[in-house]
Nanobody, 124 residues
């Protein structure tokens, strides 16, 4: 089994920055790909970014890649999401996901393991 735990969510002002962290514990060989999703109130959960274990390949949502950066510490089985120039529309609960498949998947149904999420609120 794999336990996924996110941290780092906070209340920030528009234009600010924030770094989220996620650690996957347990069967770490089952976490070839790790990703961030987010869900705003009343909206579907949407893909933010993903990173692979091997080559560290990354994939981003088209609308976010200029402001968000995903990175991975393989030794610690941890990923990060650095967010810059935050906007009120970035307000959401941010979820970390992991899966043993090595592909950089972008839909929620493709990920096996999920955390409980961490709340990011951006004030205007």
């Amino acid at each position: 089994q794999v336990q996924v735990v996110e941290s780092g969510g906070d209340l920030v002002q528009a234009g600010g920055s924030l770094r989220l962290s996620c650690v996957a514990n347990g069967r770490t060989f089952a976490t070839d790909v790790m990703a961030w999703f987010r869900q705003a109130p009343g909206k579907d959960r949407e893909f933010v970014a993903a990173v692979s274990r091997g080559l560290g390949d990354t994939k981003y949502a088209d609308s976010l890649y200029t402001r968000f950066t995903i990175s991975r510490d393989v030794d610690k089985n941890r990923i990060y999401l650095q967010m810059y120039d935050l906007k009120p529309e970035d307000t959401a609960r941010y979820y970390c996901a992991a899966d043993p498949k090595s592909a950089l998947m972008t839909t929620t149904g493709e990920y096996t393991y999920w955390g409980q999420g961490t709340q990011v609120t951006v004030s205007s």
